[in-house]
């Protein structure tokens, strides 16, 4: 075992204790993880002492990268008076009024410990308020591990059936087909469609859920026209509206839904907002939220949690967020600009058939020409996989570590100098394709 590296020997052991030696898949990589020893900053340096800009920074969720040394005070701090108690603290308050503070839909939150339970309080709200069973979300759109929300995540050109009618289809092998019944899928960006497939579930409805861009359809923004659709049609049928910022809320300093002018009934929040702890909120309409509130007569959704609004995190997503201010906000906004030009440009220069999405502090590159719109489109051939892969092995021997997808996230601690390391691996890679054929 002395030939083995640190990392191939640690995941040795780790098969013999974990499912696939893994309690997440996304970390996995074609021989075995890659081990970490720390991260600072925008970086991270591996157990074999490599060192690599970091742009996925924990699947979105790390705004500041990676040991912000203000997140650092404000938790060691806290912990030593305590990180849960069966008590309220005066931080989840204070947090409370901060993030509402930022968007006027949101009136009052509760707050839960991931994005996927910030999902399920938002359905089962939306279920309670209006007494109907079932919720409607856009193929392929991510929305956590929860049986309604993950239908259709991950359907398939032999199982997503006619595009007029989406099949809702199961990710899990044994999803009861109940679940499947109560979940209508429709095309993303596609309103005319979307509009005729809800008209035929309309009083059996409780919610409309959309990802404003949903990062499994291809990191597509919504269009403002389907949004604003959504909305109108929503209202017009006493569905309520849910808004899944759990990634997207970064955008903006109100988060994506800033852009289209559209408020949402309720909106899901997480990864960013927890100064990288683990969190989730739901925050909304005052009416809509007393379902929540054992004091309102609009009482039907009991909710608790262990380590629900513990303070650790709750300190740290204070100390994230009023650090993500409005020229935060913008500098990194810009930043993620001169990425995506650069790449565009890279695209151009090397002939590459690929095209790039995304907004404010995200984007997707695809090894497809042109750029895609929904789900369906931005479905990878095997051609484009294999494309894919060998472009992602070649930026992270260069040094650039991205998301799986083709998604890089930034953090504040970037500058214009690892934007244009990124660019160039981009085009170092676009031009190694090339030649591959």
């Not at 021989?31 to 920074?57: A, Q």
Request: glycine share 8%; aromatic share 8%.
């Amino acid at each position: 075992q002395t030939d083995l590296s640190r990392s191939a020997a640690l995941y040795e052991r780790a098969l013999k204790v974990l499912p696939g030696g893994v309690s997440r898949n996304a970390i996995l990589r074609a021989s075995h993880p890659t081990y970490v020893e720390c991260g600072r900053g925008c970086r991270v340096t591996d157990l074999e002492g490599v060192t690599r800009i970091d742009f996925s920074n924990n699947m979105a969720s790390l705004i500041h990268g990676h040991a912000c040394p203000e997140i650092i005070h404000a938790v060691t701090e806290q912990m030593t008076r305590g990180t849960a108690f069966m008590m309220g603290t005066e931080i989840e308050v204070r947090y409370a009024e901060h993030l509402c503070s930022r968007n006027r839909s949101f009136e009052k939150m509760r707050f839960m410990n991931s994005g996927t339970e910030a999902i399920m309080v938002a359905l089962k709200a939306a279920r309670a308020f209006t007494g109907r069973p079932k919720i409607a979300k856009a193929e392929g759109a991510y929305h956590g591990v929860y049986d309604y929300a993950e239908v259709s995540q991950g359907s398939t050109p032999a199982t997503w059936g006619g595009i007029d009618h989406p099949r809702s289809v199961p990710l899990v092998h044994g999803t009861p087909e109940s679940a499947l019944k109560d979940v209508v899928v429709f095309p993303f960006n596609d309103t005319e469609r979307t509009l005729a497939i809800l008209d035929e579930h309309a009083k059996d409805l409780a919610c409309v859920l959309i990802d404003l861009m949903p990062h499994r359809v291809g990191l597509c923004p919504a269009d403002v026209e389907f949004v604003t659709a959504l909305r109108q049609w929503s209202a017009r049928h006493g569905v309520l509206l849910v808004f899944d910022e759990v990634i997207t809320f970064r955008a903006e300093h109100s988060g994506l839904q800033a852009r289209y002018g559209v408020t949402p009934d309720m909106t899901a929040l997480g990864k960013i907002i927890g100064g990288g702890f683990p969190i989730g909120a739901v925050a909304g309409r005052a009416e809509v939220m007393d379902v929540l509130n054992p004091q309102s007569p609009r009482y039907v959704f009991p909710h608790s949690g262990t380590f629900t609004a513990n303070p650790i995190s709750m300190t740290a997503g204070m100390a994230a967020m009023l650090k993500f201010d409005q020229p935060a906000v913008a500098r990194l906004n810009a930043l993620t600009d001169r990425a995506r030009n650069g790449i565009e440009g890279a695209i151009r220069a090397t002939g590459a058939p690929a095209s790039v999405t995304g907004a404010g502090s995200m984007f997707l590159v695809h090894m497809k020409q042109t750029p895609p719109r929904n789900y369906r489109d931005a479905y990878p051939t095997p051609d484009e996989s294999r494309r894919l892969k060998a472009l992602l092995d070649h930026l992270y021997n260069e040094g650039c570590s991205i998301i799986s997808t083709g998604a890089c996230v930034f953090s504040t601690p970037m500058t214009e100098a690892e934007i244009d390391t990124l660019v160039g691996a981009f085009k170092s890679g676009f031009a190694k394709l090339a030649s591959m054929g």
